[in-house]
């Protein structure tokens, strides 16, 4: 999988809701408490396996950060940005 060039990333980005922090995707999303951050947890864990393509995740009481890139490819990629897509969708 070929890495984007940062401004096709930058581009990606107008429709989504995460930020680019060097060669990743990251997203917070708070919650109201522990339940809905691990329920969120568990919806972006589902669509990972559903692609194949799984994202940092760090959990704390009402707050998931997300972490995404390419490992292999050493940065972001196209399947980041589908996936990023996906996560949107489910808020």
Known sequence: MDLLEPEAVDDAL????????????????????????????????????????????????NEVTLHLSTHSAGGITALDIELARRIDALA
């Open 14 to 61: 107008v429709d989504l809701a995460w930020t680019r922090l060097g060669g990743e995707l990251v997203k917070v999303h708070r919650g109201p408490d522990f339940a809905s951050s691990m329920a969120y947890a568990n919806a972006v864990g589902a669509l990972a396996e559903e692609m194949d393509h799984h994202p940092d995740i760090e959990i704390r009481w």
